[in-house]
């Protein structure tokens, strides 16, 4: 063999060599390349709570920061996965669930995408604003502060819901709500105010106005049959005894108002000290519906107002063997013995205030 021959033979290998020196070489940058961009990189650490809770305003570096305290084991390459695919600078403040097992091209693809996991958002058994304010901003993004500022400021109140501030409670219907975390205290307005209207359909409004009553009137009354009653079955009869003494009109003398008007939601025997209370909510000293609901209402209540029974009741009391029933009555004189027997249990029980 010559020279040139044998030199030929060794450029060949030297080729070959190269070429699978190249070869492997692109190998390994292609595998890490697949594992930067499909490998595993997200493990749960909080299984029992499995959400990224991105607040609004977040950085594409706060959002770093929150993954790594969610499980993220490399910070690194997902950083650069999210820069191709141009997430950086969209960051979308939301509620969104991972997933063990997770890939940095999945997680760029949720998060890019907004795709968030709505929460529920349940008030009931609500008194007060600051109770509802508490109660909702428990799961979502807006804080009690944000939420009591709009339910305490007449301007926007008057303008955005021709309501103020005694009749705000009227606005909401106790349900259970789909909202997104994201949520701003003005967005939650927004949406119970569609929820208001979605609620009071025509038919119900018609029945409204067959009971001569306008929708703010019978969440009024509907406040107080929930605070009387919490047996369903009795509070169309409740709310028949009240339109009957508006009716008529008589003082409602709603024992739920005093404790309104007083201020305390403990008391369980009202005095007649009580009834002296001077308060546009003491239903015993001014005549007609207080000005606003005394909390708010159920959608039993508000139903009992609109569907309620027709009968010549005046009176009810509360029953003497603490069922949580009521006795009604026709005439003054029926009702003071029906009274007599529950004061007479109350004492029984030494219950004085």
Not at 121 to 147: H, K, M, P, Y
Not at 226 to 236: A, F, G, I, L, R
Request: net charge positive; proline share 3%.
């Amino acid at each position: 063999m010559s020279e040139r021959q044998k030199q030929r033979k060794r450029g060949g290998k030297i080729v070959c060599f190269v070429a699978v020196l190249l070869l492997i070489a692109g190998g390994v940058i292609a595998y890490r390349l697949h594992e930067r961009i499909y490998g595993i990189n997200l493990s749960v650490i909080h299984k029992d709570e499995p959400f990224l809770y991105i607040p609004t305003g977040s950085t594409f570096d706060d959002v770093c920061s929150l993954l790594e305290e969610a499980g993220l084991h490399d910070v690194k390459s997902f950083r650069w996965v999210a820069d191709k695919m141009n997430y950086s600078e969209k960051v979308k403040s939301g509620s969104y669930r991972l997933t063990d097992g997770t890939s940095n091209i999945e997680l760029v693809r949720l998060l890019r995408a907004g795709r968030q996991i709505p929460v529920n958002v349940i008030f009931n058994n609500i008194r007060i604003n600051t109770q509802l304010a508490g109660a909702v901003t428990r799961s979502i993004e807006a804080d009690s502060a944000s939420v009591m500022a709009l339910l305490t400021d007449s301007t926007y109140l008057a303008e955005r819901f021709d309501l103020t501030t005694q009749t705000i409670l009227s606005l909401f219907i106790p349900n259970t709500y789909e909202f997104f975390w994201n949520t701003s205290a003005n967005g939650f307005m927004d949406r119970m105010a569609k929820e208001h209207d979605r609620f009071w359909t025509e038919a119900r409004r018609e029945k409204a106005r067959n009971a001569n009553l306008t929708p703010l009137q019978v969440s009024i009354l509907a406040s107080i049959i929930e605070e009387e009653t919490q047996m369903d079955n009795e509070k169309p009869i409740m709310a028949g005894v009240y339109i009957n003494r508006l009716n008529r009109g008589m003082l409602l003398q709603a024992d739920p108002t005093l404790k309104f008007a007083a201020g305390d939601f403990t008391i369980r025997r009202l005095l007649n000290s009580h009834t002296k209370i001077d308060s546009p909510y003491n239903t015993y000293k001014y005549a007609g519906l207080p000005p606003g609901p005394i909390c708010i209402p159920s959608i039993a209540s508000i139903d009992a107002v609109l569907n309620f029974s027709k009968h010549e009741y005046l009176f009810f009391c509360a029953k003497d063997d603490f069922s949580g029933y009521h006795s009604f009555a026709r005439t003054l004189q029926e009702h003071n013995r029906n009274a007599q027997a529950w004061q007479r249990a109350l004492n029984q029980m030494r219950i004085y205030k």
